[in-house]
């Protein structure tokens, strides 16, 4: 049984439990916030910056992401060209760190969402249980994503030795974190409310398809 079946909403600021007054535009008692059945347009909202974020991802992995200058010389780097060259460097694990947190967690984040949005909309055949817990998954894995920018800003800001060492942030770099953000925005503005909702009605059609089942047999 849903909270909204007993007539009780929930604040999306403070999750503060209000019962519902029909009819009536409801305030939250406590922070004042507009209280809603489901997010607003929540579907449509993740969609739009999901799309957004998957384009921004062409360009995050294609355009160079840094720049690293030694004694004069230096050449931009792509994620993936800065992963092969930690791989020929015989750093593994930093090369290994860079790429899930940089390419893996990133594009799963996407596919993830996307499932997560098809899923809901298409009543496709996945339990309640499976889509709360990629989403789940996916909110807690966005943190990471954010790893290679903050190593590159901590680089910028510590080597910085003029024509001896430099490094530079390049333009992939403002791609790939437009990304990240797009994406945990797009975790937030889904509504996980939505996926029990959607397996309640997949129950109500699949007792009715049995109940006729039934009296047809009979």
Not at 50 to 55: F, H, M, N, R
Not at 159 to 169: C, E, K, R
Not at 180 to 194: N, Y
Request: aromatic share 8%; glycine share 6%.
């Amino acid at each position: 049984m849903r909270a909204l079946d007993a007539g009780i909403l929930v604040c999306g600021e403070c999750h503060r439990l209000e019962y519902l007054c029909e009819g009536e535009v409801q305030h939250c008692s406590r922070c004042g916030s507009r209280l809603h059945m489901r997010r607003p347009n929540s579907i449509a909202r993740t969609w739009a910056l999901l799309i957004t974020a998957a384009v921004l991802y062409i360009p995050a992995n294609l355009l160079p992401i840094m720049t690293i200058n030694f004694f004069g010389n230096g050449a931009p780097a792509t994620i993936m060209g800065g992963v092969l060259e930690l791989i020929h460097a015989d750093m593994l694990p930093i090369a290994f760190v860079v790429f899930v947190a940089s390419i893996l967690v990133p594009t799963f984040k996407l596919v993830g969402i996307a499932l997560l949005l098809y899923s809901v909309q298409r009543h496709q055949p996945m339990s309640a249980r499976q889509r709360i817990l990629m989403y789940r998954f996916i909110e807690w894995i966005g943190r990471w994503s954010m790893l290679d920018i903050f190593v590159i800003a901590i680089l910028v800001a510590l080597v910085n030795f003029g024509n001896i060492a430099s490094i530079q942030a390049a333009p992939g770099a403002i791609a790939f974190c437009c990304v990240v953000v797009l994406t945990m925005l797009a975790a937030v503005m889904f509504d996980p409310r939505l996926i029990w909702d959607n397996t309640d009605a997949e129950n109500e059609e699949d007792g009715r398809a049995e109940l006729q089942s039934n009296k047809a047999q009979d």
